[in-house]
């Protein structure tokens, strides 16, 4: 009788641990990469929402667009929100990476900034132009030069254009790549510079106000959600995208950047 009853705690005990030990898993906050600025401002708010579906997020920032993509596959973030399509599927590409997009988030549309002159068409000869070193905003902020008039590129070069692609440059600009992070700074020195939208807005530039040119809203770079391939389908991702793609996500983005970065879903 009492081996029979010690046979039957053991059973217990082992059945509670197959049962409480995902449960105690679930307690454990999902990691989620950000950059500084508006990403990490955004999912805040997105903190908020998911508490209230039984999901915790601990926010990681960061001040790169590298790193956060390292961090995914080294295992060190669950998911991260920070980069738009052509970025991903650029990093996928060169470094092998097995990540998928599971929501779009928000667009910030492009703009260039000059402490030299108030219209592109005013560059002088030979400015010199800062851009993102980055294949894909590089050629994103080309394209806006294209579209300006100030430019001509390969028809073939598409959205991963580069400064080898142009082959018509009339006042002979001379483009300066830098990390996108030290695009603000770099204005004292460059005649003008493309910055993207979360950099100008932590640099406490407006570009509603202080853009010379702006990318139109309509455009291929809306930002995304990316997570492992293997995780794509873990309930904790589809509460992450509904609370990421809320009606109280959206009203957040509309009151506080006021048009400098819009809801992309």
Not at 84 to 95: G, S
Not at 108 to 124: A, E, N, Q, R, T
Not at 157 to 181: C, H, M, Q, W, Y
């Amino acid at each position: 009788m009492i081996k029979r009853q010690l046979l039957q705690s053991t059973l217990a005990l082992a059945l509670a641990a197959t049962f409480t030990t995902p449960l105690l898993a679930q307690d454990k906050p999902i990691k989620i990469g950000v950059t500084a600025g508006p990403h990490a401002q955004i999912f805040e708010q997105v903190k908020k929402i998911a508490e209230k579906d039984g999901l915790k997020i601990q926010i990681v920032e960061f001040s790169d667009y590298v790193q956060p993509n390292a961090a995914l596959a080294a295992g060190d973030l669950d998911a991260n929100s920070y980069q738009h399509k052509p970025y991903l599927d650029n990093q996928i590409k060169d470094r092998g990476y097995k990540f998928v997009s599971v929501g779009y988030t928000v667009n910030f549309p492009i703009g260039i900034y000059s402490k030299k002159v108030k219209h592109l068409k005013d560059l002088p000869e030979g400015a010199k132009f800062g851009i993102p070193n980055d294949p894909t905003n590089g050629g994103r902020v080309l394209l806006v030069l294209q579209d300006q008039g100030l430019i001509k590129l390969k028809p073939e070069a598409g959205l991963k254009a580069t400064p080898l692609d142009v082959i018509s440059n009339p006042k002979k600009i001379r483009f300066v790549e830098l990390d996108a992070a030290q695009l603000p700074r770099s204005l004292d020195d460059l005649d003008a510079s493309a910055i993207n939208t979360n950099y100008a807005l932590s640099a406490g530039l407006t570009p509603a106000k202080d853009a010379i040119a702006q990318e139109s809203a309509k455009s291929p770079y809306v930002n995304l959600i990316a997570v492992r391939e293997a995780d794509k389908d873990k309930p904790w991702v589809a509460k992450l995208v509904k609370a990421y793609q809320s009606a109280e996500t959206k009203q957040f983005i509309q009151t506080e950047f006021k048009g400098a970065v819009l809801a992309g879903f």
